[in-house]
């Protein structure tokens, strides 16, 4: 177990449609990354959130935005779902803002059918 | 951006054999990691490595970072073993990593 948890385990809704996914992080760990892993990319990083503040970006969409709560608690928000938008999402979290071990939470199986 | 690369992409080994999965990027990096991923989904860290050897059981790590690659070595390998074993890069002022494409372990009993 990384301490890091993730909700909801598995999620299944309709193109179209909007979802929300929760991250907590670790006790202590300042720093909140969100990541996809689908079969046709890979594993790929989105967002990184430090102390609340947003500290990088990756290939993320425009219907895709994601925060971090004053408790350090992260969500990502995922709208006008596409089919293609059917994939593994991992949040890790980490005690500072760049050069540190990165621990993953068990994910969120997302489809979209 | 750093591009990297790991090998083999696919490896089946017997039970109690060892074996060898190299990880080689393209630039200069200030953060490297190695992963397991388990046939479940569960990406586990197994080493922060961005320079020089470290060790945990059955499992060792070496990155040279002057010449741009890592090694996991996994010893007496066993059928938990099996997965997808990935090398993920940090090189910037912030956490971002990235991944390679990852080498696919199968132990067979």
């Known amino acids: 177990d990384s301490g890091v948890t993730q909700t909801p385990k598995h999620l299944i809704t309709a193109t179209g449609q909007r979802v929300t996914l929760r991250c907590s992080p670790r006790?202590?760990?300042?720093?909140v990354y969100w990541y996809q892993q689908s079969l046709d990319q890979g594993l790929q990083f989105l967002i990184q959130y430090y102390n609340g503040e947003e500290r990088a970006k990756g290939n993320i969409l425009e219907r895709f935005s994601a925060q971090q709560f004053p408790d350090l608690h992260s969500e990502l928000n995922l709208s006008s779902l596409e089919l293609g938008d059917s994939a593994l999402y991992f949040c890790a979290s980490s005690a500072s803002w760049a050069t540190d071990t990165q621990y993953f939470g068990p994910g969120t199986r997302l489809t979209v059918l | 951006g750093i591009q990297v690369e790991q090998s083999p992409p696919d490896l089946i080994l017997q039970e109690g054999a060892n074996s060898t999965l190299r990880c080689n990027f393209s630039?200069?990096?200030?953060?490297l990691q190695w992963f397991h991923q388990n046939p479940w989904g569960q990406l586990i860290n197994l080493f922060y490595i961005p320079s020089g050897t470290k060790q945990n059981g059955r499992l060792s790590a070496t990155t040279v970072a002057t010449e741009r690659y890592s090694l996991l070595y996994i010893s007496s390998s066993q059928t938990t073993d099996s997965g997808v074993y990935f090398c993920a890069v940090g090189s910037s002022n912030t956490g971002k990593l990235i991944f390679g494409q990852g080498t696919t372990l199968q132990v067979k009993p």
């Open positions: 006790s202590g760990d300042l720093s």
């Open positions: 630039d200069s990096v200030n953060n």
